[in-house]
């Protein structure tokens, strides 16, 4: 039991007794008292809320990882000391009214080691655990039957879905701004403070929502983590969830609560008092909780800054284009947009409908191309951050939709923009069926309108039938038709040649340079006059195991563009090309074990020879057609992004 000393006017609307009466409960919202020197040893006492839950497991999160930790743990004192908590974070098991009482006797420390750990430092978490946990209600005590879990801001001690909504948006305010947030600049919905207790507050409308939003919170939980805490012995103490897939939740919680309350609010129709959350039609939105590392942009170098004409040095070139990907909370694409111009590739298309748009679950994501009209650089230019082409992908019913505002595509595509602003109706789509065999995509002009070109993947002899490391990348040859007449065909003849990295007194093998480890020749026909100038050619690769990382990285990517040659500003007697492709080197610090295959930047140029296997691969080159440099985003820091916008 706590005394509370007697506070000066302003403070008062803080309290709910008054100077020199004695309580148990908390403020409503849960705070606090302002200006009063913590020194209480034990208990930590607060209340856990969708209604009053009892048997949910709290604790004190002093690591910072969503999860339970138990001892022996380590934690750092003001001074700089290391003090060792032998029972772990402090935790408690909620009783009746939702009320805890966790013991933080741990958290004293001598005066001559350093000052006592401040529990109002650490937020707090609650999980309701399925078959243990119960929810007290106006008709008894009901069974909590899939698990959720709840988070309250530093010394805030209700914990409810409303104050976990609170908590992350403060979160992701701080991870958006270079400027200190406040927890309690957040902590306002709409009139609503966040952190109350709305069961004593008589909040009909927030319960509504707490309900709610504790309902979309539990349809996220893995279903994993439900059998995991379903055991007969568990008791919410079992680590299952990673801090990324916490973090994920929380934010997701904030992405969608808009959504969520305006169900809620559809449905009470201004009365909140009788509303059956039980049965609204909530989002469901499945969240990727591995936080996946994600293709989020490109910048892309194709315009001569002198105005030479292409190639130029790579000093000369700028920038022409930038794309933005878009992703859903697991990881799906959504879209392709630009400033400027894209140049869509059909065997990129089929790579990526090959894993359902889940762009991490390729090895090397969105092989480069680059739109080397002028058009593209004279649009990039223009002033605003207004986007020129989008590529819209419905995954659910296999198609994708492209839209533009440029001529980029008069010559290269015969493609004319029915529009001067990007209005959602399709210049071009694609449609496509998957077999065991691959993909068969194709290309209608507008959305419904006549078959332009149609591609088939062709599997056999290619990278992924023949590389093993790990999950396909979805790298094959492919046939194209156009007008249902024979256009193309790249087709893999032979099994791959492989070697070791080269290692002479001349050239000592570096580990972490980039070999030609895999060659995998082709044969290109076609009904060009330049189908006969490509080859011999092959896909080259650096693919080996070097210290437990699985390397699977394409390094030439050939290609054959007569449109592009013939462009005013391209210099190409052949249209024979290539692009070359650069990874961050196998001891860069950035590398990890999610990310070994990711481009760090590419090079279009001229076709060369193939090299010779177990070469060091190319120098970065002085002159280029264009260059695309690539950006990264884990999961987690891509939709933290967006909750800025």
Known sequence: MKRLICLTVPFLSLAITGCGDESDRLPVDGREFDGVEYAEPAPYQGRVIDGYLKNARVWLDMDGDGQYTPGPMNVELTNGTVVTLAAGEPTAMSGEGGRFSIDISS?????????????????????????????????????????????????????????????????????????????????????????????????????????????????????????????????????????????????????????????????????????????????????????????????????????????????????????????????????VSSRGCIAPSLPELARLIQVDGYMAQLKTQWLPTAALSLESRNRYEEEGDAIHERIVFDWNNNRAFFDTVTQCHVDTWEVLPESSELDGTAEVSWSWTESNTGVELIERFGVSGSERRRLITLQGNSPTALLGAGRPDWVTGYRVARNAIFEAELSFVQPDESCIPENTDRNPRDDAAQYVTHLFPFVYSGDTEAASSFGPRAYEYDARLVDGLNIERLLKLPLLNSAWAALAEVNSDDGAFQWQLYYPRLDAVSLGQNRPNLIQSAYLMDASTVATCGTSFLDVPRNAFARVDYEYQTLSDYLVGLLAE
């Open 107 to 335: 958290l004293r420390v001598d005066p001559a080691v350093g000052p006592s750990l401040d529990p109002r430092n650490y937020p707090l978490y609650a999980l309701a655990i399925p078959g243990k946990t119960l929810e007290e209600t106006y008709r008894g005590d009901v069974v909590v039957e899939q698990a959720y879990l709840m988070s309250a801001s530093p010394g805030i001690r209700n914990v409810t879905p409303l104050t976990t909504l609170a908590r992350f948006r403060a979160d992701a305010a701080r991870r958006n701004s270079l400027s200190p947030v406040s927890d309690s600049e957040l902590a306002n919905l709409d009139g609503l403070n966040l952190w109350q207790d709305y069961i004593i507050a008589g909040d009909e409308r927030a319960h509504a929502y707490a309900r709610a939003l504790a309902r979309f919170m539990a349809s996220q939980i893995p279903d994993s983590y439900n059998q995991v805490l379903s055991q007969p012995g568990s008791d919410g103490t079992e680590r299952h969830m990673s801090t990324d897939a916490v973090f994920l939740l929380g934010y997701s919680l904030v992405q969608n609560a808009s959504d969520v309350i305006a169900v809620v609010d559809a449905a009470a129709a201004g009365n909140f008092s009788n509303i059956d959350v039980d049965v609204l039609d909530l989002p469901e939105v499945p969240v990727e909780l591995a936080n996946p590392v994600l293709l989020t942009g490109q910048q892309v170098l194709a315009h001569s800054r002198r105005g030479q004409g292409l190639p130029t040095s790579t000093s000369d070139l700028e920038l022409s284009a930038e794309l933005f990907f878009d992703y859903t909370e697991d990881g799906q694409l959504l879209s």
